[in-house]
RNA sequence: CGGGGCGUGGCGCAGUCCGGCUAGCGCGCUUGGUUCGGGACCAAGAGGCCGGGGGUUCGAAUCCCCCCGCCCCGACCA
């Protein structure tokens, strides 16, 4: 395309607005630009690179069978409610005029389309897919398009007889998007993740690190464990039990309400000390026990309680329950509680916790005896430098920006939509569903993070909206715009997304500063110097390396470089 | 939803505390001329409900009240 004939609104100065550099480059090289809170415009660079993306995603899910389908973003309210998600908090935006709602994800309409239609287990398995504009009732968007309320998706559905289909049906998307990951050219990994509302037995997410990302990450540089932190663990041991088992005993502790204050003020490590941390399950009021100064994980912890909202529970609530405010709670003779305790505490003794009397605590607790514990389970968040859950070598705790997301959903979605087929003995089964998602955006924003430099973007071939980028350095002279054109016009014949810089309104300078902030992988740059040896000059954007090629060898010379494959990883 | 910041030509900002001439600066834009390989120069221009509404005042970008929008931190995050 012609930069004279082509919307591209660069910015000399860094918009206020924008805070990573993603974020930033996106808005100066004239990729898009903010509509409102969380919805953007994609001006056509912008769009070039997505619909990039997008063939890369249809490429490796057609690949593994998938099916392209194009589902409705308006879906009736009603859907939503069958399946218990319409009022999940911050999910969907919904229209004021009709009892309709802006999808946010689409097992719904999938779940309704396989209701109608899949009625056999020889009609499985199906995997269907769809790149389509997604809303969500985001609380705070932010990191530009990192976190939108607009965002195009691709999302694919497997449907399967079997749980057994559904693993490999799982394992395909988890090696489609392996593939799609490295074609475009990101620096990825994957860690074990939590399903969260989504519900279902098992989840991945791959992963971006990034310091400006908004997922929090365990790995192990060793043996490669890692997970999202709302599912890490560690191998942090139990603090087991000690010798002597004396009597519990209450003794005073004045103005002491913090765990490191009750270390300090006994002076001894936090090791025995029982955390006690106090939360609602729906109504039910529920004490947590942590070992020491361990830090409550609410994730796992709603996972443990099962159904349910679980919040913090309020001061006053804590008081007119326990008579006890929140640094002197303990669960030796708490009354009305469920209380869960994590695993580092299983069997344990010697315990010291509050005694629910301000400035009281128990000492010699011993939770085999003095305690009606609802169970153990793992409910504290991994901290950097813990040994590693695998291998013992210590963990890393990071910064990630999710860019795809798979989930074995199971049956919740089928049963609640009616979505069922019958089995080879004539019995009416639920599909076995599984859901995969990846962000279109956040693979643009992805890369843009991982591959920039103060000049500006730097694509690599997958991705970049033009592959090479012609400077006419004068318009005004002659054998530069004719050598310029031809060139254009070669590589074009030749299917090189080309763009040429034809303008004649901007000096040379103005030029080169555009083309590196646009970051295509190639420059051609063609000037009277060059010419008057019959050469151009070739600049690749990534290594800042200029080579002198003559003008009949360009094309040649490009055709190989774009034809390099870059390695896999 | 809690905390903080900001809102002034297309973009980046000054002016606001302490009210007062015609609201400034840089970039960009238009016209003419000179330049022409790393964001050129000279000259002449265009472009503003100072986020909105209400109030105080002889007089409001500036003070007071209400509202809206955007960004950041937190809560939340299919």
């Not at 109504?283 to 912890?301: F, R």
């Not at 004068?474 to 060139?487: D, I, W, Y």
């Not at 060059?530 to 010379?557: F, H, I, Y």
Request: hydrophobic fraction near 40%; proline fraction near 4%; glycine fraction near 8%.
């Amino acid at each position: 395309m012609r930069f004279s004939k082509t919307f591209i609104p660069t910015l000399k100065e860094i918009p206020s607005d924008a805070s990573i550099p993603s974020h930033q480059l996106m808005l100066r090289a004239g990729l898009m630009r903010q509509l409102t809170a969380g919805v953007y415009a994609y001006l056509p660079l912008g769009y070039r690179a997505m619909l990039k993306a997008a063939q890369i995603l249809r490429e490796e899910m057609n690949a593994i069978g998938g099916q392209e389908f194009h589902f409705p973003a308006l879906n009736p309210e009603s859907l939503w409610i069958q399946t218990n998600r319409r009022h999940i908090p911050n999910l969907i935006l919904s229209i004021k005029e009709r009892d309709l709602v802006l999808a946010p994800t689409h097992e719904e309409v999938v779940g309704w389309i396989a209701s109608m239609h899949i009625q056999s287990y020889k009609d499985l398995p199906q995997i269907w897919y769809q790149i389509q504009t997604k809303f969500r009732n985001e609380p705070r968007p932010r990191s530009g398009v990192l976190r939108g309320r607009q965002f195009i998706m691709k999302d694919s559905y497997s449907l399967d007889a079997t749980w057994e289909g559904l693993d490999e049906r799982y394992q395909m998307h988890a090696e489609a998007y392996r593939r799609v990951f490295t074609r475009c050219g990101l620096d990825f990994f994957v860690v074990g993740a939590s399903s969260g509302a989504m519900g279902g037995s098992g989840s991945q997410e791959f992963m971006v690190d990034s310091e400006n990302g908004e997922d929090t990450v365990a790995r192990c540089k060793q043996c490669g464990y890692a997970a999202n932190l709302e599912v890490a663990t560690s191998g942090l041991k139990g603090i087991g039990r000690i010798g002597e088992n004396k009597p519990v005993e209450e003794f005073s502790t004045p103005n002491v309400r913090t765990i490191d204050e009750l270390a300090a003020f006994l002076k001894t490590s936090d090791e025995r000390l029982a955390k006690s941390v106090v939360y609602r399950h729906g109504d039910t009021p529920v004490l947590i026990l942590l070992a020491g100064n361990d830090q409550l994980n609410e994730s796992k912890l709603t996972a443990a309680l099962g159904e349910g909202p679980v919040r913090p529970m309020d001061a006053g609530d804590l008081r007119n329950l326990t008579g006890a405010d929140g640094g002197s709670i303990g669960p030796v003779g708490l009354k009305g509680f469920r209380i869960v305790a994590d695993k580092r505490l299983e069997g344990a003794n010697g315990l010291i916790s509050g005694a629910n009397r301000n400035d009281r605590h128990l000492k010699n607790i011993d939770l085999t005896r003095d305690v009606r514990l609802d169970g153990y389970f793992d409910l504290r968040t991994v901290a950097s430098g813990e040994p590693c859950p695998q291998c013992e070598a210590p963990l890393t705790v990071t910064n990630a920006i999710e860019i795809g997301h798979i989930f074995k959903l199971g049956t919740k979605y089928s049963e609640a939509l009616g979505a069922t087929f019958l089995d080879e003995n004539g019995r009416t089964q639920p599909i076995i569903m599984g859901s995969y998602g990846i962000g279109i955006e956040r693979i643009i924003a992805c890369h843009i993070e991982q591959s920039h430099d103060e000049h500006g973007i730097i694509w690599n071939k997958a991705l970049a909206p033009f592959a090479v980028h012609i400077i006419a350095a004068s318009m005004n002279n002659k054998e530069t715009v004719l050598t310029a054109n031809q060139l254009y016009r070669a590589f074009s014949e030749a299917g090189i997304e080309t763009l040429f810089d034809d303008r004649s309104s901007v000096t040379a300078g103005v030029k080169f500063k555009d083309a590196d902030l646009l970051g295509m992988p190639f420059q051609i740059i063609v000037g009277e110097r060059g010419l008057r040896e019959k050469k151009v000059e070739m600049k690749r954007r990534a290594t800042g390396e200029r080579t002198q090629v003559p003008v009949d060898d360009v094309l040649m010379t490009l055709k190989s470089l774009l034809a390099e494959k870059p390695a896999l990883s």
